[in-house]
């Protein structure tokens, strides 16, 4: 059975946020390499179960922020995944 497919429109400062985050780099790294420029997006092409996975990281690191900015940074860019779920 093939899976559904889903595209997550990312602004390029939230996907520059998940690539700065070593927890989710190192978890969910081979999500991001799917990424493609798309006019003033950064694409992500997944599978359901990938993006739910990167939206739960995302989450988790967004709850457990060092700081405001990237805490909103990431809440951010959850948000834009899980609009696509």
Excluded: T
């Excluded at 985050?21 to 790294?29: A, F, K, S, T, Y």
């Excluded at 991001?32 to 997006?41: C, F, N, P």
């Excluded at 922020?65 to 990237?70: A, C, G, L, Y």
């Amino acid at each position: 059975m093939k899976s559904e497919r889903v595209e997550i429109e990312l602004y390029p400062y939230e996907f520059e946020a998940l690539e700065a985050n070593r927890m989710i780099r190192d978890m969910c790294g081979r999500y991001l390499k799917s990424a493609k420029e798309r006019g003033d997006y950064v694409v992500l092409d997944l599978s359901i179960q990938e993006a739910n996975d990167l939206a739960g990281w995302v989450a988790a690191e967004a709850n457990h922020s060092k700081s405001n900015r990237e805490s909103e940074l990431l809440n951010s860019a959850c948000d834009a995944i899980e609009a696509n779920i």
